[in-house]
């Protein structure tokens, strides 16, 4: 009995020490901790919520006010609300898997259920999810950093300056800050204070509120604010909100929201670092983590469209730099959310570039080469979707109805019904079924109705 116990204690101390190490190789899995191995220093219950919001929140948040005023109050609560507990949905397949099998990483998930195929599957999806979420940080500051310089001058500096050039602008802050912190061979997946990252979206969803009242409607055609006392007049066609709304531009919606709420690839990492973690207490941090990134959601996208009503822009902020550009206020947020994407892009990276190795290179030994010739392709495809995409919106829906839906839906259904004993007809093999079917139909709909408005109106 001795013998098999210091057996026993000797190949789990091994275990650990592999495991330390695939923590450590650019080249494992992104999500490769073991659950369970956490110690007694794991992360308590509300940082883990500040840890799964900080990855659910993001440049989505400008893009939303845009699909309630193609939905409707209504029609964008509903699908809101849809969106959100398909993610809770997803997440606890995902847990369940997880239980299950002893795999905590998505790739290995996907190896599980059709072998290397599967694993490569995922880690390309993981590489053009973050491409495209990167892009739209990146186009957060095209936008958003000649308009915050822009406040600062007089009008009469403001013209075709180098320094109000958002392309410009965009090169240089991935040149001198973005590559820097981008050809780190480690960044901490969760590295900087989410808590600070939820202060931001939460104080942006303030001034939304706060600004309602400072925009008279309907809006002035030359964007110049009236007196205070010319406030809303509720009579106008324009002022009147929308209930429900049915267009070609619906087809944007779900799409973003979908890549509003995705937070799956930092699920299971987050799953490993809890203290004393179980599948039931991930799941409370992801509920509470999805229904406060709900109402943050909701409250900016509502009052976002009760400022411009049909008329709001596809990027929230651009619709305050024409009307309140030297707003104390608005440039103050304007300037949390690009420290909040600047500082963000390098993390997204981070996972992008170990994805596209581990799809192009397989289980090499780490290579400065290769990682600094990766980190550049990687960030010069993604300036140049910036640069030559012409709407955030494209962006939200390519990226959403894509490779979001496959990471929420259609992937965590896909895996349940290949790799859980369950039978089908049980309530998760059915519940997998129509996670599976929603996202394939919804995905493949809203990409082609996206497509074809693009064609007839580029």
């Not at 008279?216 to 324009?238: V, W």
């Not at 030994?365 to 990682?371: A, G, I, K, Q, V």
């Amino acid at each position: 009995m001795n013998q098999n116990e210091n057996s026993n204690t000797t190949i789990q101390a091994n275990s650990t020490v592999l495991a330390n190490e695939e923590i450590d190789n650019e080249y494992t899995p992104l999500l490769g901790n073991a659950a369970g191995t956490q110690g007694p220093s794991g992360a308590s219950f509300w940082p883990s919520v500040f840890n799964l919001m900080n990855a659910i929140m993001g440049s989505g948040i400008l893009g939303l006010a845009y699909a309630m005023a193609n939905t409707g109050i209504l029609g964008f609560c509903l699908l809101l609300l849809l969106v959100s507990s398909i993610a809770s949905y997803s997440i606890h397949l995902l847990l369940k898997l997880c239980d299950q099998t002893a795999v905590t990483s998505y790739e290995d998930l996907g190896h599980r259920a059709f072998q290397k195929p599967g694993k490569i599957m995922v880690a390309s999806t993981i590489l053009i999810q973050n491409i495209g979420a990167m892009s739209s940080y990146m186009f957060v500051i095209k936008s958003e950093l000649p308009a915050a310089i822009a406040s600062f001058l007089s009008p009469e500096h403001s013209g075709g300056s180098w320094y109000l050039d958002g392309r410009f602008l965009l090169m240089l802050v991935t040149l001198c800050v973005v590559l820097p912190l981008a050809l780190l061979p480690k960044i901490g997946f969760l590295g900087y204070t989410s808590s600070l990252a939820f202060l931001f979206m939460a104080y942006f969803a303030v001034v939304i509120v706060i600004k309602k009242w400072s925009i008279p409607c309907p809006l002035p055609r030359n964007h110049t604010l009236p007196i205070p006392s010319q406030f809303n007049n509720s009579s106008d066609p324009e002022c009147i909100p929308k209930l429900f709304v049915i267009s070609s531009k619906s087809a944007y919606a779900i799409p973003t929201m979908t890549f509003s709420f995705l937070c799956h690839t930092a699920v299971l990492p987050i799953y490993c670092e809890l203290h004393r973690p179980t599948k039931k207490k991930m799941q409370r941090v992801a509920n509470v983590g999805i229904s406060l990134s709900f109402l943050i959601y909701l409250v900016s996208a509502l009052f976002g469209y009760l400022t411009f009503y049909a008329h709001v822009d596809s990027e929230l902020l651009l619709g305050y730099n024409l009307y309140l550009p030297h707003d104390i206020m608005v440039i103050s947020v304007r300037f949390t959310i690009l420290l909040a994407v600047l500082l963000t892009i390098p993390l997204i990276h981070f996972p992008a570039r170990k994805a596209a190795m581990m799809v192009v290179l397989g289980n090499r030994p780490f290579s400065w080469w290769y990682h600094t010739l990766i980190t550049l392709i990687i960030l010069s495809v993604v300036l140049l979707l910036t640069i030559y995409v012409p709407d955030i919106k494209n962006v939200f829906g390519v990226v959403g109805s894509t490779t979001s839906t496959c990471l929420l839906s259609v992937y965590p259904g896909l895996f349940y019904l290949r790799i859980s004993a369950e039978p089908i007809r049980s309530l998760h093999g059915l519940g997998a079924v129509a996670l599976l079917v929603f996202g394939v139909f919804v995905g493949l709909l809203s990409l082609c109705v996206i497509i074809v408005t693009l064609v007839q109106d580029p």
